[in-house]
């Protein structure tokens, strides 16, 4: 269970090396990253995200001080409900939820925890009913009464009107990715930029790029090509008239 970080393990936990517990720590922050990753989706965008990280950082520092390798378990089934601990003891020190609805988040986020086989497992939504003493049927207004600090796995399924299994993953949209017609747009766009580059004089393009790639200002242009800051200036506006026509025709 232990083979892939064993002897980190035991140079750590039974000689105390302290480059070890470092490397350990280096080795799972993807884990806190992850955690956070599936509880954030129901956190109100107000909260700083790096905070939360942060915490999450301290209950995986603890969660490597504190593991026991004679268990011979998984670290990360260890290590995940400190994760969540931490993150969620963060939450409570904002104080931006009601202290009923904290506590109940508390109880849900154990329940959930209670409910699953192991650690990365989608919960038993039955078993968590039960555990917090509600019937099935009211469990989803539970969950979004207290919605900020609990979560739901996004491999978690469920069934849409047309019988089809979906992921939570599969129903949130990822706002940094652009739609696949713009991608493409964008694409023709940068190609027809390039060979519209390749044809101007080697003055204008040695001018266009050092301005818009880059980030170089006109009169340090001007001081490399000993010319004069208006010459720069002229010589930008008449590449960019041609640019713009050429891309205009493409």
Not at 40 to 54: E, M
Not at 109 to 131: Q, Y
Not at 165 to 191: G, I, N, Y
Request: proline content about 5%.
């Amino acid at each position: 269970m232990l083979t892939k970080h064993r002897t980190k393990w035991n140079r750590f936990k039974k000689r105390g090396s302290r480059k070890a517990r470092a490397e350990l720590i280096h080795e799972f922050v993807p884990l806190v990253h992850y955690v956070f990753g599936r509880m954030s989706v129901y956190l109100p965008r107000i909260l700083d995200d790096q905070d939360l990280i942060a915490a999450g950082m301290i209950g995986l520092i603890t969660a490597v001080d504190d593991f026991d390798i004679k268990r011979e378990i998984e670290f990360t089934t260890f290590a995940v409900p400190r994760i969540r601990g931490a993150i969620l003891d963060e939450l409570r020190e904002q104080d931006w939820v009601p202290r009923t609805a904290r506590r109940r988040a508390v109880e849900l986020s154990a329940a959930v925890s209670r409910s699953r086989p192991h650690a990365f497992d989608p919960p038993d939504l039955g078993k968590v009913a039960r555990l917090m003493h509600v019937r099935r049927s009211d469990l989803g207004k539970l969950m979004s009464k207290v919605r900020p600090v609990a979560f739901v796995p996004l491999d978690h399924t469920h069934d849409d009107e047309d019988g089809a299994h979906m992921s939570v993953s599969q129903l949130l949209a990822d706002k940094r990715t652009r739609p696949p017609h713009v991608e493409a747009e964008l694409a023709d766009q940068c190609k027809a930029l390039g060979a519209a580059l390749a044809l101007l004089p080697e003055v204008e393009r040695n001018v266009v790029v050092q301005y818009y790639f880059e980030q170089r200002m006109q009169k340090d242009i001007a001081k490399e090509l000993d010319v004069s800051r208006s010459r720069v200036s002229q010589i930008h506006n008449h590449a960019i008239t041609t640019l713009r026509e050429r891309m205009g025709a493409a």
